[in-house]
């Protein structure tokens, strides 16, 4: 753990300093959050109510935060299960099949007021969007936040070589729908 | 150049010439092969994904304005309604604290008592006739009773008097007369 994340904790764990250390972690980590959850539900509405969650939920179990994992792997883990557990209930109230989202996200997309992307932008977030829920995870967060496979694995609890198959898998499933599109 | 300068200029070349920033130990170490890493997965990228490489990557998502400005106090304010609300498991867990045990269960007691007390004096109401004026007649003098069966003796038997005599004669009373 890094000495920041250690000096923010122990300030959390003081009632006179807890505010404070929790704004900065706010503050901190939001943009990254936000970004890798905005990912997996497209839509920013979605977005930021999974987002603020989160918050609450690290507000809560912080004290309980061992720290043999890094802080930032942690609040990913808690933000990519918030964000799939968001999806899933999104998808049955909307009768959708928990193992098919292409469609339901791909309108998202395409009502999504904040998307600033060109049309070969539009055609590869849509070539994203065919991918199972765990590849597109997977995808998104090697390609677009460059992260290494062995914080990946701790993340999503995944091994180093599955993340690498499925990352494999993903790049020619995309490429492919490049292709025929 | 004035002498205030001067002496600047001494100190500066007096003192050690030493890099001042400082880099983790093992970066050097690592860094050629972090960079081989990169170029691999360029290279793979390239080789088997050639169109989505040649796609320039950025984000092409937007916020709304100062989205990230006001997400903090926003976030603060949730926080401090969640402190405020307690749930029943803290609840719960604050009633069977010892300061408040006592107290907890003096209530309860008092409670139980009070339902059975009520419990044991509301009795169902009778509503069979009959056993009414057995009931009835068990705390009325028995000479009294026989003064008014032959005081009605004449008139005509209602059901009540028969449950009257009945009575009388359940109690050992054959004479009524």
Same mark, same amino acid.
């Given at each position: 753990m #890094?000495?920041?994340d250690q000096?923010? &904790?122990?300030q959390f ?7 404070y250390?929790?704004?900065?972690l ?7 959050l936000? /970004? ?16 603020? *969650? ?6 809560? *179990? ?7 994992? &890094?802080?930032?792997? /942690? ?12 999806l ?9 099949? +928990?193992?098919?989202a #292409?469609a339901f ?10 998307f600033?992307g ?13 991918l199972p829920d765990k ?5 998104n967060?090697k ?8 914080a ?10 599955a993340l690498?198959?499925?990352y ?7 490429e492919?729908? +490049?292709?025929?599109? | 150049?004035?002498? #205030? ?6 100190? +500066?070349?007096?003192?050690?010439k030493?890099?001042? %920033? ?5 970066y050097?170490e *690592? ?8 170029i691999?997965?360029f290279?793979?990228?390239s ?5 989505l ?8 998502f ?5 989205y %990230? ?20 498991k803290? /609840?719960?867990?604050?009633i069977?604290?010892?300061?408040? +045990?006592?107290?907890?269960l ?17 009795t ?9 004026i057995?009931?009835e ?23 009540e ?7 009388l ?6 004479e009524i007369?």
């Amino acid at each position: 753990m #890094s000495t920041e994340d250690q000096e923010l &904790l122990e300030q959390f764990k003081n009632p006179e300093t807890r505010n404070y250390a929790f704004n900065l972690l706010v503050r901190e980590y939001q943009k990254r959050l936000y /970004w890798h959850i905005r990912k997996i539900l497209i839509d920013h509405d979605d977005t930021d109510d999974v987002l603020q *969650n989160v918050f609450i939920k690290v507000w809560k *179990n912080l004290d309980n935060f061992k720290g043999d994992s &890094l802080l930032y792997t /942690w609040l990913y883990r808690i933000a990519t299960n918030e964000s799939i557990t968001f999806l899933n209930q999104k998808k049955k109230r909307a009768g959708v099949p +928990l193992d098919e989202a #292409s469609a339901f996200l791909a309108a998202n997309l395409e009502s999504d007021h904040y998307f600033k992307g060109d049309e070969i932008q539009a055609k590869l977030q849509k070539a994203i969007l065919t991918l199972p829920d765990k590849q597109r995870l997977v995808f998104n967060m090697k390609y677009f936040d460059e992260i290494k496979y062995e914080a990946m694995s701790e993340i999503l609890g995944t091994s180093v070589g599955a993340l690498k198959s499925s990352y494999h898998i993903a790049v020619k499933k995309i490429e492919e729908y +490049l292709k025929s599109n | 150049m004035n002498n #205030s300068t001067n002496i600047n200029e001494d100190e +500066l070349n007096g003192q050690n010439k030493k890099n001042p %920033f400082e880099t983790d130990n093992a970066y050097f170490e *690592n860094f050629s092969s972090k960079m081989q890493n990169r170029i691999d997965e360029f290279e793979e990228l390239s080789s088997i994904a050639p169109l989505l490489n040649a796609i320039p990557k950025y984000n092409p998502f937007e916020t709304p304005k100062a989205y %990230f400005e006001e997400l903090p106090t926003i976030v603060q304010e949730r926080v401090i309604k969640v402190k405020n609300t307690v749930t029943m498991k803290e /609840w719960l867990i604050q009633i069977f604290q010892p300061r408040f +045990l006592a107290p907890v269960l003096t209530v309860l007691i008092v409670a139980f008592t009070g339902i059975n007390y009520l419990n044991r004096t509301t009795t169902t109401p009778i509503i069979n006739d009959e056993y009414s004026i057995y009931e009835e007649l068990e705390h009325i003098d028995e000479s009294t009773l026989i003064e008014e069966v032959v005081a009605l003796k004449t008139t005509e038997t209602t059901d009540e008097n028969e449950q009257v005599v009945d009575y009388l004669l359940e109690n050992e009373l054959e004479e009524i007369n």
